[in-house]
Nanobody, 129 residues
Framework: QDQLVESGGGSVQAGESLRLSCVAS????????LGWFRQPPGKQREGVAA???????EYVDSVKGRFTISKDNTKNILFLQMDSLKPEDTAMYYC???????????????????????WGQGTQVTVSS
């Protein structure tokens, strides 16, 4: 059964780092478009980062230079390294997948929640000032 399980969230001070992981069962990572989204309290879910089958990446402007998305195709794990965290990064973070056969548009569509097929349950990140 296909399954996505996030971990690595927590409560940190501004300026600190966290590394999120998303373990995927039932996937072939090399044939999957992968992404991270977040949903701050009371706000809509937004795309944070995405990575294609060839390792190409895209980020939302607010995290460029601070966050790094990566993956381990052999272990089917997606990562989000988050450095220099800010209070505005506080949110529930979700990993998402989309079969590569459906396309992997890292130019624009990856930012749209409805573009993605499967979601994990989320992991909470809280950054205090």
């Amino acid at each position: 059964q296909d399954q996505l399980v996030e971990s690595g969230g927590g409560s940190v001070q501004a300026g600190e780092s966290l590394r999120l992981s998303c373990v995927a069962s039932g996937y072939i990572f090399s044939k999957t478009c992968l992404g991270w989204f977040r949903q701050p309290p009371g706000k809509q879910r937004e795309g944070v980062a995405a990575i294609g089958s060839d390792g190409g990446t895209e980020y939302v402007d607010s995290v460029k230079g601070r966050f790094t998305i990566s993956k381990d195709n052999t272990k089917n794990i997606l990562f989000l390294q988050m450095d220099s965290l800010k209070p505005e990064d506080t949110a529930m973070y979700y990993c998402a997948t989309r079969p590569l056969s459906h396309g992997c548009d890292l130019k624009s569509q990856w930012r749209i929640q409805g573009y993605w097929s499967y979601w994990g349950q989320g992991t909470q990140v809280t950054v205090s000032s």
